[in-house]
C-alpha cells in the first residue's frame, strides 16, 4: 500500500468537504471520485478507503446506513433490517451468552483446547492449518474438537496425558476401550 502524502490527503479531504457542504463552487462539485482518483493516481476504491479512515462517520462525502438503534432491532422500524440481520444483532448483543468459554457457547479457546489435549497453543495452530480443527467466533468450534477427537485420535499424544485427562477425553468421545469411565450424574445434586 502505498502511502499518503500531504498534499494529497489535503486534495481528498478538501474534496469531501465540498461534496458534503454542497456550497462548493460549480466546478468543485463537478468532480467526480473517478476524476478525483486519476488526479491523484490513485484508484477511487483507494480514495474512499483513505476517506473511510480519516473522516468519522456523518462527515463522509457519500450517503451511509445509520447504526443500528437497540429500540429498532426488532424489525419494526421504517429502515427494517432482514429476519436474519436481526437474529445475528441479537445474538451478538443480548446479555448472558458471553464469548468463549461461556457456559452456553460451543467456542472453545485455542488456550483451552491446548490444555485439554495436553500440547502446545502453537500445535493447536497446526492443527487449525491443517484444517482439523475450525475457527468459529474467534475460537475452535466444538463440534471440529469433538470430530478431531474421533475422526483423528492419533495426533493427539494420548500416552503422555495424566489419567484425569484421559478420562475427560474419552468422556469426550476419545476412542479408548482400555479406560472404563463411568458418564457423569446429576442425580442426588438437586435433593
Known amino acids: 500500500m502505498r502511502s499518503w502524502s ?15 457542504s454542497g456550497e462548493a ?21 483507494a480514495v ?6 480519516a473522516l468519522p462517520p456523518g462527515r463522509r462525502p457519500w ?3 445509520p447504526r443500528w438503534d437497540p429500540a429498532t432491532a426488532d424489525g419494526s ?8 440481520a436481526v437474529r445475528k444483532f441479537r445474538r451478538r448483543h443480548s446479555n448472558g451468552s458471553g464469548g468463549p468459554g461461556s457456559e452456553t457457547d460451543p467456542v472453545l479457546s ?14 493447536v495452530y497446526r492443527l487449525l492449518d491443517k484444517g482439523l480443527l475450525r475457527r468459529f467466533h474467534g475460537g475452535i468450534a466444538e463440534s471440529t474438537f469433538t470430530a478431531l477427537l474421533r475422526g483423528s485420535p492419533e495426533v493427539i499424544p494420548y500416552r503422555r ?17 482400555s479406560i472404563q469411565v463411568k458418564q457423569p450424574s446429576t442425580r442426588g445434586l438437586l435433593k
Not at 474512499?48 to 479512515?53: G, S, T
Not at 485455542?110 to 500445535?123: E, K, T, W
Request: with cysteine; charged share 35%; net charge positive.
Open 6 to 20: 500531504t498534499r494529497e490527503a489535503k486534495v481528498a479531504l478538501a474534496w469531501a468537504a465540498a461534496q458534503r
Open 25 to 45: 463552487e460549480q466546478c468543485q462539485r463537478d468532480v467526480t471520485a473517478e476524476a478525483l482518483a486519476r488526479e491523484l493516481d490513485r484508484t477511487p476504491k
Open 48 to 53: 474512499k478507503n483513505f476517506l473511510r479512515r
Open 63 to 65: 450517503p451511509e446506513r
Open 77 to 84: 422500524a421504517p429502515d427494517a433490517r432482514s429476519t436474519e
Open 110 to 123: 485455542i488456550s483451552q483446547v491446548a490444555r485439554d489435549l495436553g500440547v502446545s497453543r502453537a500445535f
Open 161 to 177: 496425558l495424566s489419567r484425569e485427562q484421559r478420562e475427560w477425553l474419552v468422556l469426550s468421545r476419545y476412542p479408548d476401550s
